[in-house]
């Protein structure tokens, strides 16, 4: 076997896929979550297209203030989640053009759900 020659291989398919990781579609994106009353949960989900049934990333209870990235290819809807003992969650769905968009319009994306007791 031509262990140079698999080392060569090995190495082009390494390097091909790190080119392929750096032209993915991440997004850094400035979030502001807070809630009424504060300290609730805050959660966020990005689907792809095809598996709906994303986990959930906690980003910590609010008020949230952070610069995440967010990974966009394949996307179809983004979520944010604010859960709170005593109250109904409350859901934002965006589908992924209207996310971008509304990101674009203000250069961050900020929600204030108000907490409905249960």
């Given at each position: ?32 979550l ?49 859960i ?14 209207d ?20």
């Open positions: 076997m031509n262990y140079a020659r698999s080392f060569q291989t090995l190495t082009v398919l390494v390097v091909l896929a790190g080119l392929t990781a750096c032209g993915s579609n991440k997004k850094n994106i400035a979030m502001k807070h809630s009424d009353p504060q300290g609730a949960y805050a959660l966020m989900q990005v689907t792809q297209k095809g598996n709906e049934q994303a986990d959930w990333v906690f980003l910590g209870p609010t008020p949230v203030v952070t610069n995440r990235e967010v990974v966009l290819d394949g996307a179809s809807t983004v979520s944010l989640k604010v709170r003992p005593g109250f109904f969650e409350q859901v934002k769905t965006w589908s992924v053009k996310f971008l968009k509304e990101y674009r319009q203000t250069n961050e994306i900020v929600w204030v759900p108000n907490m409905v007791k249960q």
